[in-house]
Nanobody, 126 residues
């Protein structure tokens, strides 16, 4: 059983940056591929980014490519999401998630992720 706890959310002005962290416990962290999803009020949860267990492979949603960077530190059991050039439309609750079964075909599918954090709010003001 893997427990995930996000941190680093907050209020930032458009054009600013934030770095989200996700601390993992209860499993062998390097075995898990990790992802970030977000959900804005009244909208469905959206894929943001994912990273393989070794960190060799990364994937991004179209809306964040070139602005967000996902990374991980297996020695610290943590993953990160560096968010630059933030826009008001990035406002959402951000969730980290873990899966043992990431592939090129399923990294954006919520259903493939077995473990989820409680979420952290990111608000971008215009």
């Amino acid at each position: 059983q893997v427990q995930l706890v996000e941190s680093g959310g907050g209020l930032v002005q458009a054009g600013g940056s934030l770095r989200l962290s996700c601390a993992a416990s209860g499993g062998t962290f390097s075995r898990y591929s990790m992802g970030w999803f977000r959900q804005a009020p009244g909208k469905e949860r959206e894929f943001v980014a994912a990273i393989s267990g070794s960190g060799a492979y990364t994937y991004y949603g179209d809306s964040v490519k070139g602005r967000f960077t996902i990374s991980r530190d297996n020695a610290k059991n943590a993953e990160y999401l560096q968010m630059n050039s933030l826009k008001p439309e990035d406002t959402a609750v951000y969730y980290c998630a873990a899966t043992l079964f990431l592939s090129n075909n399923n990294y954006a599918l919520e259903s493939k992720y077995n473990y989820w954090g409680q979420g952290t709010q990111v608000t971008v003001s215009s």
